[in-house]
Nanobody, 126 residues
Framework: QVQLVESGGGSVQAGGSMRLSCAPS????????MGWFRQPPGKEREGVAT???????RYTDAVKGRFSISKDNAKMTLYLQMDNLTPEDTAIYYC????????????????????WGQGTQVTVSS
């Protein structure tokens, strides 16, 4: 079964930048939508950014203007460029690929049938 593998997490000081990558372990449907989600300590998983098959993007308000989602179509690798990081961005970041359905693109529930990665920790210190 194909899996998604995230990389690029780590620790950074507030104001710094980080780029996450998410690559499939095998071939996935080129029409899949893809997205980044995060789970802060003690909180539920939340949507960060999504990328539709037509290239349209959506961001949660907390990251607009600071984060950018993109994809290398040839490699089916998803990226999340994160700039001006704050301690509130500290979380485990997950990527997902599939066909979201239900209650909004930024709801993790809408991606319950998608392929998920194992997550990568991002820690931002003040």
């Amino acid at each position: 079964q194909v899996q998604l593998v995230e990389s690029g997490g780590g620790s950074v000081q507030a104001g710094g930048s980080m780029r996450l990558s998410c690559a499939p372990s095998g071939t996935i449907d080129s029409g899949y939508w893809m997205g980044w989600f995060r789970q802060p300590p003690g909180k539920e998983r939340e949507g960060v950014a999504t990328l539709a098959s037509d290239g349209s993007t959506r961001y949660t308000d907390a990251v607009k203007g600071r984060f950018s989602i993109s994809k290398d179509n040839a490699k089916m690798t998803l990226y999340l460029q994160m700039d001006n990081l704050t301690p509130e961005d500290t979380a485990i970041y997950y990527c997902a690929a599939g066909y979201p359905r239900g209650r909004g693109l930024l709801s993790a529930t809408s991606w319950s049938h998608a392929i998920w990665g194992q997550g990568t920790q991002v820690t931002v210190s003040s």
